[in-house]
């Protein structure tokens, strides 16, 4: 993985983290009874299925073009231009929805796009140099940020996963499952500690 990108991800880590902790103490969340079991079981959800669009598209990609000479079109590149940053995006969704709720969406929104807009242009610079034609083609057919619902619907014809991609991906999802359910459970103790 490249520096750059775990840098990236090392500071949306932090700073969510950081949000996390004021937003507590700023805006400290009583009991919110069903939503907020409904925010935490679709916030899971939202998390392992991030994961599985990261690991379909990181895995698939290496597989196709491991040396980055080829486009790679097919698989979850059919759906949308850029799978594993939509992977990370939904990951982050998830996570917003299980620890800060639903008045933090649009900030997450806003924030992960100041972020990840840049870097798409500059990439796009890189594969448009080296593709030429063959990209524009590719970029007229499919979505750049998100995909097309009905290829949401489709998704077993896209998306596929193979035990040796899940490696590559593995460690940053069991501790970003560990860190949600610690702060979960630190929330619910500090809820009921106070009764």
């Known amino acids: 993985m490249k520096i750059r990108i775990k840098i ?26 069903v939503l907020n079991e409904i ?6 959800g939202f998390i392992l299925f991030g994961f599985l669009f990261r690991i379909s598209a990181r895995g698939y990609k290496e597989e196709k073009s491991s040396n980055g000479n080829t486009l790679v079109k097919d698989g979850p590149y059919a759906i949308i231009r850029n799978p594993m940053y ?11 929805m299980i620890l800060l709720g639903l008045w933090f969406f649009f900030l997450f929104w806003i924030i992960f796009l100041l972020i990840y807009i840049p870097q798409t242009k500059k990439e796009e610079n890189v594969l448009l140099e080296r593709f030429g034609q063959e990209y524009k083609e590719y970029c007229k057919t ?5 995909p097309r619902f009905y290829y949401l619907l489709k998704l077993n014809k896209y998306i596929s996963l193979k035990p ?16 949600v359910v610690s702060i979960k ?8 500690k106070g009764r």
């Not at 925010?39 to 899971?44: D, K, N, S």
């Not at 939509?86 to 917003?96: A, L, M, P, R, Y």
């Not at 499919?142 to 998100?146: G, V």
């Open 86 to 96: 939509f992977g990370t995006f939904i990951i982050g969704t998830g996570v917003v």
């Open 142 to 146: 499919t979505p750049k940020y998100f």
């Open 8 to 33: 990236q991800g090392a500071l949306m880590f932090l700073g969510l983290g950081a949000i996390i902790l004021f937003s507590n103490y700023v805006f400290p969340r009583g009991r919110q009874g």
């Open 164 to 179: 040796f991609w899940i490696r590559k991906e593995i460690v940053s999802m069991i501790t970003t499952v560990i860190v």
């Open 39 to 44: 925010l935490y079981i679709a916030g899971m």
């Open 185 to 192: 459970i630190w929330e619910y103790i500090r809820l009921f």
